[in-house]
């Protein structure tokens, strides 16, 4: 592995959890299907923020239109596979392993790590927040670091003094090194806590290097890019980082709750990119949005339920702004199920993302050869 | 592996009380084992035998969370107060048992009464008939609004419910078709809540199930080969009288009791660990009208229950509660409470707040870099407080019998499970120990046996129950 550089692409996933309604985050205010079909779950024309004569934004997502506006901002329509199962579980999975016809348990991130860092030589080369390891990060032998709190960050810091610490610590070392024969569960622990060692010894230089003055809102999302930032600025050769935030399953009460969710989620990933540019550290950081399905067409007169195709958004500098693909058609006979068709698939999405923008080879991450949407300036 | 003890018999009730309770101290089973095995196993189904939990106790320390009226974010420390005191502790078991099937979260739900009158119920009915319970949990406000069922009306259905009754409750993907979760959610329509009173200045009022006839479909229904004007509970006689939810639900009485199972969403593609004991299981359900007291006894008295010793990841509850109970001095409902129900979560597991509806992932998966951290670093503050009796009951187990630092070594293992570890570990434990010699109990002994604690705790292999 070369010495990481600071100029190295890094990528930023914010999964939107529980199935984000496409239609009201892209709005095709123009056709009017869309009033036709959403009598009570709609974004009315004069609250939409017009980006083309076709589609807008969400009210709630001005900074992002903002951006957009700057050419900052890829729309990507109609992403998702074939034969949606339209169930939450399955199909996160189907998104994180690349795999929607058996049961997969590698993460495609987790593939790409591997590429990435071949010998583990960086334990925080792939950086989750939140309380749980995301599917998309997972593959044998892949280390990720799993911060909830940056701040708190280390092992068996209740010993003191520190000479004894460092004594427990080392033992701790020896009984987690490698135990031939032991079997999976022992050697996942056994690595698992090794990397939690070294993984605590490097991030916790990161929020005393930290200094800004951007100030992010008291949200879930704000605190986690926040925690993004703060590593992404440390520089410790951290490339891919995920967070999620949900939950996006708006059966009902789908108005306001969407629009807490994207109000938090503009906000924050506006803070976010001003954080990085303060700091010099944004032409190397592209953000990527996704949601398990987007909803069913026709809303419920209250929220809307599991539906097919759905949306993505990248963002950043190198993010070349503007509309990929088209929005699925809404005529009633297009529909499957009720459902936008999706005309897209996830994994030509992931393979722009793993070649154009990673560098890597996308083949083994996504399981096969798709077509780009080129939405990076790198995109040929 | 090093097994420390040649005590079958009490290494057979640890394990037992690891499973069906959280683990029990070294005085605790050697009292048990007077008694014997089956009249332990027959203990723990008859919990009307012991002294409830006072959770009135609890109350006159934190007032607020008397129902109605809980303020917002307070709501799982009352549960795992109980399972910290509980004498009866299988009945605790399986309300994380079935918290995690009937995965309902206070996320969307924001009413943490609401949830915690669910875990009640799972309580007092968690040991008899599962149609019983899943009759209870269709008619919870709580999985009402979590499933929108609120929102299935007759002229417009909301699948919600229905498909996750079907998918995650009983039957498993694979054993329905989209026909059949359409026709399940008509026959729930008119199942809904009582309106919401608005919060009032302390929180939120109950909420109550209620049956609105007018917006009932009663129509007829196609449902797994049947033809009728079902309602709910007819549609949930159908689905247990189908061989596929006994095998659903037989998967998780032995991923939550026996070993640890691949993911449910695998269930449909991956076949069980052990097939064989999962048919048994299944029969059993069939034969006894899913009592599940009856499958309970035949599931702890089995072979392959106790022959499968050490062989799943101990959930967060698992980490906490065993520990607090092996420590002892938690009973007093003080500020701490509150920190030990954090810890919970900062493990991975937000009780009452699950999160999806398929609950959580377990084995395994309960284990990231994060999540080892916070399990080790909890239970190694609390097996080092010499304060509490459980660990001065501990060292004075040990001091008893050993001064030698493999005597001491073995003592501790002895104690604190009977624990199996691998050969490496036990010879760096004794390593670690080694250097300073005998253990002199006048002077250093306790502190460096502390210390040795702290090490087993940290163990790879004291992650597992």
Redesign the interface.
Known sequence: MSEPTSKDPVIVVVQL?GGNDYMNTVVPHSNSLYRDYRPSVNISESDVIELTSDIGFHPAMAPLADMYKEGNVAVIHGVGYENS?R????SM?IWHTCEPE??GTEGWLGRAIKQIDPNKEN?VTAV?MG???YRALVAPDV??????NLDN???????SPEQ?RDR?LD??K???SP?IG?GP??E???Q??L??MK??DILNVAPSMYSSTVEYADTSIAKKLKGIAQIHLANLGTRIFYCDLG?F?T??DQLSTHNKLWSSASTAIRDFFDDLEQHDAADNVTMFLFSEFGRRVYD????T??GAGGVCLAIGKNVKGGEYGQYPSMKEGDLD?GDLVPDLDFRSVYTTLAEDWMRLDPVPIVGGNFEKPKFMATSN | MVSTTTNTEISLMAHLMRRAGFGASRNELEERRGKGYEETVEELLNPSNQTPVDIYEFLRYYPMWWKPGTMGGLGQAPWVWTMINTEAPLQEKLCIFYHNIFATGVAKVDHYDEIQDMIDMFREKGLGHYKDILLEVAKSPAMIYWLDNNENHADSINENWGRELLELFTMGVGNYTEEDVQECSRAFTGWTLEHKLPRFHMGRWDWEFKFVEDDHDYGQKEFLGHKGNFDGEEVIDIILSKPATAAFIARHLYNFFVEDEPQVPAWSVVPPNNPGAVEFLAKELMDSDYHMETVLRKLFNSDFFKEAQFSRVKNPTEVVVSTLRLVGDSSLPGPDILDWTGQIVYMGQDLLNPPSVEGWHSGIEWINSGTLMKRTNFMSEMISDYSRPGVKSIIDQVSRSASKPEEVVNACLDVMGPLEIAEKTHSELLEHVSSQGDFDWQSSGVTRTLELLQLIVATREYQFA
């Open positions: 959890s199962p169930s939450h579980f399955r999975d058996t049961l334990v989750s309380p749980s390891l280390p990720v670091a799993t911060v909830e960050y280390g092992l068996l810091t209740d010993i004894k427990v033992r701790y020896k009984m987690y135990m032991s569960v022992m996942f622990l056994g698992t806590g990397d939690a993984g605590a939950s399953d059966h009902a419920n007169g209250a929220g339920d599991h199920q």
